[in-house]
């Protein structure tokens, strides 16, 4: 990822928590594949993401976007499907509002 380059935006806080992400400095670059073509975008995060490895588990509502959940020393973490919370947010009603509103 070069400096300077401008991503999109992808809040899922409307769809997946039913109200927007707060504002935040932080965000996770994450690469979807969209009619066989990779394109990357953002995510906001409130800044305490790592990298981890567990065991995963599967899902207990597999209808949802969650794919499973990964047990971390007894610490269970919800594993979402991107896709899928992508599709389930812009299914949700929301409303598009304009990024100065949101960034402030």
């Known amino acids: ?54 065991t995963m588990l599967p899902a207990e509502n597999p209808d949802g976007f969650v794919t499973g959940c990964l047990d971390l020393n007894g610490e269970q973490i919800e594993v979402l499907d991107l896709e899928k919370a992508i599709a389930f947010s812009a299914a949700s009603k929301n409303e598009w509002i304009p990024a100065t509103e949101a960034l402030s």
Request: charged residues 20%; positive net charge.
């Open 1 to 54: 990822m070069r400096r300077g380059r401008i991503l999109p935006v992808l809040d899922l806080g409307p769809g997946v928590s039913g109200a927007l992400s707060p504002s935040t400095r932080f965000f996770l670059v994450v690469e979807r594949h969209i009619s066989d073509a990779p394109e990357k975008c953002a995510i906001p995060v409130q800044g305490a993401c790592e990298l981890v490895s567990g």
